[in-house]
């Protein structure tokens, strides 16, 4: 005969795992990459449209407004790359590193510069062609790739070279709190690499293939 024996429940407590910084900067970084693959894409626009998006809280829905803002002028051989504003300043870059700022406001553009003209940027720049452009608002850069090298600017000071990125083949650029986000692709086409860099360190912090 068989006596019934009785099993005492084990509580088995939860094990957390404290994650470091490397391993939070990692995860922060993973989640960009189709994002990144994206913004590439947006490419070609020929004029400027600002949207007003208003929001009625009670109801939930979504109510989108637009109005032609300003015309850019574009060349049969430029290319609009990307745009972005910050504190009623619009900046539009084109692939022949030609920057136009437009004032929000009254709708007319303020300055027109070619990046490649900029002292200290000249031996860099001249002749390259724009591949991706972003801004970092929190310390007023705007980076922009070539197909050599990444350059930061501060647009707040008449656009001054901050520091160069020695980078190849860097087809986006994003920002990720304090860090610079690239996304490089590989000579022939069949993976791609996300690199992480501190603002003032030109080794990377991270890395992760995408293939």
Known sequence: MIEDVQVEDVQVEDVQVEETPDDHLMRRIETVGEEIRQTTQNRGAFSA?????????????????????????????????????????????????????????????????????????????????????????????LAISTDSNVHLFDYENELTLVTTLSVPNVISVTFIELYIVLLIESEDGSEAKLECYQIDSDEAEASITIK
Not at 80 to 89: E, N, P
Not at 117 to 130: H, M, N, R, S, Y
Request: glycine share 4%; hydrophobic share 40%.
């Open 49 to 141: 449209t600002v949207l007003e998006h208003e929001v009625q809280q009670e109801r939930k829905e979504y109510s989108w407004q637009y109005e032609n803002l300003v015309g850019i002028p574009i060349e049969p051989e430029q290319c609009i790359i990307a745009l972005d504003s910050v504190d009623g300043r619009l900046f539009v870059m084109y692939d022949d590193m030609t920057l136009i700022e437009v004032n929000l406001q009254t709708k007319q553009m303020v300055s027109e510069i070619n990046l490649g003209d900029i002292e200290d940027a000249q031996e860099l720049c001249q002749g390259k062609k724009t591949v991706s452009f972003a801004m970092f608002k929190d310390l007023n850069m």
